[in-house]
């Protein structure tokens, strides 16, 4: 593993701890040249569906896109990594468990607004209005007005 400050090779494994679930080993690094420590991820790599763009071009199922994205979503917000996280390894299931050998961004686009809606409004609402690439401010007010309708009823 190669130190992200220094780029030196060797290193030593501070900590090892696993996930609650089983699935990741999450292992805190030191680089044994600049003494920098960071955090390295290990999980078991299953072969994921590639993913039908809305232009149909296919291309690989990316978590890091995924991560970004929400990272984007959730600035400046009380949302934890382990939260956003956690929301795109039950994604990954779910796709896992689909078993389908391609998938719709749309349907992957539906399931992040799921778990951020459930997360954290305000990030639901902007990832919402990237997402589904809001015309007009009407369309927007419309999606907030579900948001406070759903609050009230649930």
Do not use: W
Request: proline share 3%; hydrophobic share 35%.
């Amino acid at each position: 593993m190669r130190c992200p400050f220094c780029n030196h090779i060797e290193d030593k494994v501070i900590d090892s701890r696993q996930s609650r679930d089983g699935d990741v080993i999450r292992r805190r690094r030191e680089c044994l040249k600049c003494e920098g420590r960071f955090t390295s991820y290990e999980r078991i790599e299953n072969i994921m569906p590639q993913i039908i763009k809305k232009d149909n071009t296919r291309v690989p199922f990316d978590r890091l896109k995924i991560l970004q994205g929400l990272e984007k979503a959730c600035e400046k917000r009380p949302v934890s990594v382990e939260s956003r996280e956690a929301l795109v390894t039950k994604i990954e299931k779910s796709l896992q468990a689909a078993g389908e050998k391609e998938i719709a961004s749309s349907v992957i686009g539906e399931q992040i607004m799921d778990g951020l809606r459930e997360i954290d409004e305000i990030a639901y609402v902007r990832f919402a209005s990237v997402y589904r690439q809001f015309k007009d401010v009407k369309e927007f007010m419309q999606e907030i007005k579900e948001i406070a309708y759903n609050r009230k009823k649930g």
